[in-house]
T-cell receptor
Framework: AQSVTQLGSHVSVSEGALVLLRCNYS??????LFWYVQYPNQGLQLLLK??????LVKGINGFEAEFKKSETSFHLTKPSAHMSDAAEYFC???????????FGIGTKLQVIP | DGGITQSPKYLFRKEGQNVTLSCEQN?????MYWYRQDPGQGLRLIYY???????QKGDIAEGYSVSREKKESFPLTVTSAQKNPTAFYLC?????????????FGAGSRLTVL
């Protein structure tokens, strides 16, 4: 079985501050990991993915995430928050070559001017 | 442009009625998915299909049914057996066998039971 845990359903940061959204995973096999972003009343779009290549993954809009096997973590970071980053962010896990993708509960990011 | 179309965007239903949500994709993806989104609960998988005429239950399949008669289409029926159907429903698709299930999502359908 696979699962992800997102710590903090709401995170607030000041504009220009570091963004850190936490995700820990559980998987019986080395997983594929993803971060998606959702703007209000829209579908989700992919920010970045980890597929067992480089452990530091860069995505769109200046976001990146680091896969740490020893900590079973895949935290999402961005050095400097922008107002347009305000959205809900979802971490997801999938075993290799299995179509089932499991999502976390999401973290709503608020950016304060 | 390729993508996923969900319809209707908003739907109201009386208790006891079945309702069908449409999902069509022109991405030539083999796999399709239905998720339900509720505040504070993230996305929960209802059903998914890896190939035409085949589908698997997800984590919360009770009260829902699907069909996959065409590669492009994966409609979801919310039956009267679903006790709490008010939610935001998201359809997605992906390639298979590529080694990483990157999902492409539709814009969603919001169902409200009156």
């Amino acid at each position: 079985a696979q699962s992800v845990t997102q710590l903090g359903s709401h995170v607030s940061v000041s504009e220009g501050a570091l963004v850190l959204l936490r995700c820990n995973y559980s998987s019986s096999v080395p997983p594929y990991l993803f971060w998606y972003v959702q703007y209000p009343n829209q579908g989700l779009q992919l920010l970045l993915k980890y597929t067992s290549a480089a452990t530091l993954v860069k995505g769109i809009n200046g976001f990146e995430a680091e896969f740490k096997k020893s900590e079973t973590s895949f935290h999402l970071t961005k050095p400097s928050a922008h107002m347009s980053d305000a959205a809900e962010y979802f971490c997801a896990v999938s075993p290799p070559f299995d179509q089932k993708v499991t999502f976390g509960i999401g973290t709503k990011l608020q950016v304060i001017p | 442009d390729g993508g996923i179309t969900q319809s209707p965007k908003y739907l109201f239903r009386k208790e006891g009625q079945n309702v069908t949500l449409s999902c069509e994709q022109n991405l030539n993806h083999d796999a399709m998915y239905w998720y339900r989104q509720d505040p504070g609960q993230g996305l929960r998988l209802i059903y998914y299909s890896q190939i035409v005429n085949d589908f698997q239950k997800g984590d919360i399949a009770e009260g829902y049914s699907v069909s996959r008669e065409k590669k492009e289409s994966f409609p979801l029926t919310v039956t009267s057996a679903q006790k709490n159907p008010t939610a935001f429903y998201l359809c997605a698709s992906s390639r298979t066998g590529s080694g990483a299930n990157v999902l492409t999502f539709g814009a969603g359908s919001r169902l409200t039971v009156l």
